[in-house]
């Protein structure tokens, strides 16, 4: 499974961007139609923390800090996870990491619970 960020870059406080994943995922890597995707972010001397996370169903989370800011989505035709980010801020800026997992999860934002992980995208918002 390889998963591949893009749409990262600098913004000033108060801007926009949307983050991309795209990942292939079949059977051959465990993936039966169920899942479940998420965006988590690390900032330089910060612990990983989690953005968002939808399943297969529909079911989406946001963690407190991003409600009402980000929007995931999910392409399922084109299989493509989205983060449409707004209204950013400087404590947003970090590298974004989007993770997958082959089942639907009861907490889409334990990061534990994902099984494969992309490089990560880098988000700098200046203020």
């Known amino acids: 499974v390889r998963l591949v960020e893009s749409g990262g870059g600098s913004v000033q406080a108060g801007g926009s961007l949307t983050l991309s994943c795209e990942a292939s995922?079949?059977?051959?890597?465990?993936?039966?139609?169920?899942?479940?995707k998420g965006w988590f972010r690390q900032a330089s001397g910060h612990e990983r923390e989690a953005v968002a996370g939808?399943?297969?169903?529909?079911?989406?989370e946001y963690a407190d800090s991003v409600k009402g800011r980000f929007t995931i989505s999910h392409d399922n035709d084109k299989e493509i996870l989205s983060l449409q980010m707004a209204n950013l801020k400087p404590e947003d800026s970090a590298m974004y990491y989007c993770?997958?997992?082959?089942?639907?999860?009861?907490?889409?934002?334990?990061?534990?619970?994902?099984?494969?992980w992309g490089q990560g995208t880098q988000v700098t918002v200046s203020s």
């Open positions: 995922l079949d059977t051959s890597s465990g993936y039966y139609g169920y899942y479940s």
């Open positions: 939808i399943d297969s169903d529909g079911r989406v």
């Open positions: 993770a997958t997992a082959p089942r639907r999860l009861g907490n889409l934002l334990g990061a534990t619970s994902y099984a494969h």
